[in-house]
């Protein structure tokens, strides 16, 4: 599958059914293997589990559960929440 397939998908988080965005970028290692999806960020940050930095939230390869046809499903603690 190729990038171009993946940013046409919507990240949704499995534990509370927010939709994250669509990806903006993948972060690969020495070896060319996804290490973390990158979504856009939202205003005021994510707390928790989520790293977020310039380019948007980062979003570690191990918590991605299922890449379907139109959506990328992602488990990520429900206490990740955009602070208020």
């Not at 949704?12 to 939709?19: L, Q, Y």
């Not at 991605?64 to 602070?83: H, Q």
């Amino acid at each position: 599958m190729s990038f171009s397939e993946i940013r046409r998908k919507d990240v949704i988080n499995i534990v509370d059914g927010r939709k994250l965005g669509r990806p903006i970028d993948l972060v690969l290692n020495d070896s060319a293997c996804a290490e973390a999806l990158v979504v856009p960020g939202r205003s005021g940050g994510l707390l928790g589990f989520l790293r977020q930095d310039r380019e948007g939230c980062v979003i570690p390869w191990g918590r991605v559960r299922r890449i379907g046809d139109d959506v990328i499903l992602v488990e990520v603690p429900a206490e990740c929440r955009e602070k208020q």
